[in-house]
């Protein structure tokens, strides 16, 4: 399968090991590679449903010079929606804590932006989740937050924890871009190369 990207070193640039995780269900061969302080600001003007892609896209512009003729990067950013409020990594469990009753009761969206870049390659999307949950107590987000220390999550949840099993009542489009990266997708622009 995906015979292909036989001819590339695919490499992932992300720290997440849930990323890691999910692009090894794929059955491709990859290294990580990470820099280190990468610019993830964007302007305040940008659409919210845009901010993934574009940081995806600057991720990728840093890697640029160093790719060799064979790479393919695979770059990621995934953001929360709540309204048109975007929620990032939370600094320390009251912020943590703060985003999760954001999200209680409501249905936020999910977005994730994907570049794939080479030398002779550049693909970008993004793809968009739509996730609701039940209304949720105090204790069980305190007991979530204490437990689970969500501070390396957009949005301050992992679907595949204890909170997503307990507080998530309907999801549209894809679970595994949630998690943070739309493998799916993924597929389907690898394979097409």
């Known amino acids: ?31 990580v590679k990470v820099l280190p302080d990468i610019d993830e600001s964007y302007s305040p003007t ?15 512009k840093a890697y640029k010079s160093l790719l060799h003729a064979d790479d393919l990067i695979i770059t990621a950013d995934t953001v929360v929606i709540v309204g048109n409020k975007i929620l990032g990594k939370p600094h320390d469990a009251a912020e943590a804590k703060e985003m999760i009753r954001d999200i209680s009761g409501k249905t936020h969206c999910v977005v994730t ?38 501070f390396d999550k957009a949005g301050a949840y992992g679907i595949q924890e204890w909170i997503g099993f307990i507080g998530v009542t309907s999801l549209s489009g894809s679970y595994y871009n949630v998690m943070g990266l739309p493998v799916q997708r993924i597929y389907t622009e690898l394979k097409s190369l």
Not at 46 to 60: M, Q, R, S
Not at 117 to 139: A, K, P
């Open 1 to 31: 399968m995906l015979d292909n990207l036989k001819k590339y070193n695919i490499v992932l640039a992300s720290n997440s090991p849930r990323r890691r995780e999910l692009l090894a269900g794929l059955g491709i061969e990859f290294t």
């Open 46 to 60: 940008l659409p919210a449903t845009e901010v993934a892609e574009y940081i995806a896209e600057k991720k990728a």
């Open 113 to 150: 932006g994907v570049c794939i870049t080479g030398r002779d390659v550049h693909r970008s999307f993004s793809v968009s989740t739509d996730v609701s949950f039940s209304q949720l107590t105090d204790e069980e987000i305190e007991y979530y937050v204490e437990r689970y220390k969500p």
